[in-house]
């Protein structure tokens, strides 16, 4: 069996995490620890982590899906337009269609008219936020029935948030569909060439992006108990933040871990909730210090992943971390 070499790259959110919860643990005199201060950060947590989990299969290829914010906001307001006027069921198809029908289009959009990933979602963003805006400015503030209410419950909402990581998890490791991203974000030409379907993958990733943005529409819904014009705002950045923030690299590829996902959102949680228990809860606190981190560990693991390509260069005959695509078939 293959040994695994773990590198800089792989210990540094880990040591990141670490050092930030210890920081604010002994700064605020052990506050961190107490059980309201640990439910608080794992509720604040579940939507980054469960639209993170979308998102990193666009980032494992080397794009970027920043119109998560406003397809949690429009799959929101539309799924609970549809629960009010046709039954509350309706609320759970309606915003994973919703959220699946934008993150395909952005799919479509990327893959078959060779549009950047960034320039694309910039204009999904600002788009549709504006089709939001619209329609919460005509609709006004819109309640979940009050039989959905029942999904804000822990017993039911901590169990499906663990079901929907745990299913992600395995298809991003161990599917073809994760494996064929990462190989794009390590090198499309050569994984088109091997026999990678480049531009299925493309709008499988977004379209499992837009997947996940409905699933945390649903989860917002449920805490909150409706829509509101500033729903998903800058949603979209704090989820890029830990998908970074946990060491994934931009150019996606191998350093596209799950795990760093899990660690960049609770890292988030806790610098904003930290540095409000030792009296620094200003935006501009909070913004600062997560920027200044996020640099400090790109820079880091960037270093890394440059060593390690060197390293493999000197030693040709080295085992890859993953499979190609051709040898992923044949398993």
């Keep these: 069996m293959k040994k695994r070499n773990i590198g800089l790259q792989d210990i540094v959110p880990f040591a990141a995490f670490v050092v930030i919860f210890a920081f604010f643990e002994i700064t605020s005199q052990g506050r961190m620890l107490s059980p309201f201060s640990l439910n608080m950060m794992l509720d604040q947590s579940v939507m980054t982590i469960i639209s993170g989990c979308g998102v990193l299969f666009v980032v494992a290829m080397g794009s970027i899906d920043l119109s998560v914010g406003v397809n949690l906001a429009l799959s929101g307001v539309i799924a609970t337009w549809a629960a009010n006027a046709f039954g509350g069921p309706l609320l759970i198809p309606v915003a994973l ?32 936020r504006g089709i939001v805006n619209y329609i919460q400015t005509n609709i006004g503030t819109q309640y979940i029935p009050d039989s959905m209410r029942v999904f804000s419950q822990p017993y039911i909402r901590y169990p499906a948030f663990l079901v929907i990581v745990a299913v992600m998890w395995y298809v991003f490791e161990y599917t073809r569909v994760g494996k064929y991203c990462k190989a794009i974000g390590e ?11 480049v531009t299925l993958m493309k709008i499988i990733a977004f379209g499992l992006s837009g997947l996940m943005a409905g699933f945390a529409a649903l989860f917002s819904l449920t805490s909150v108990g409706g829509t509101s014009q500033q729903m998903g705002v800058f949603f979209e950045m704090k989820v ?8 994934v690299l931009v150019t996606g590829g ?52 440059h060593k390690r ?19 992923m078939a044949g398993k």
């Design 97 to 128: 269609l919703v959220g699946l029908i934008i993150g395909l289009f952005n799919g479509v959009v990327v893959a078959k008219f060779k549009v950047p990933s960034f320039m694309q979602s910039i204009a999904m963003l600002i788009g549709v």
């Design 187 to 197: 090198n499309e030409t050569t994984a088109e060439f091997v026999g990678v379907p």
């Design 240 to 247: 890029a933040m830990a998908v970074f923030l946990g060491g």
């Design 254 to 305: 191998n350093s596209a871990k799950l795990y760093k996902v899990l660690l960049g959102s609770f890292s988030i949680t806790i610098i904003v909730n930290g540095l409000a228990l030792i009296g620094l809860s200003e935006t501009q606190y909070s913004q600062s210090f997560q920027g200044l981190l996020l640099l400090l560990i790109l820079g880091i693991t960037i270093l890394a992943s």
């Design 309 to 327: 390509r060197k390293a493999h260069i000197a030693l040709p005959d080295e085992p890859e971390d993953e499979l190609l695509p051709e040898q």
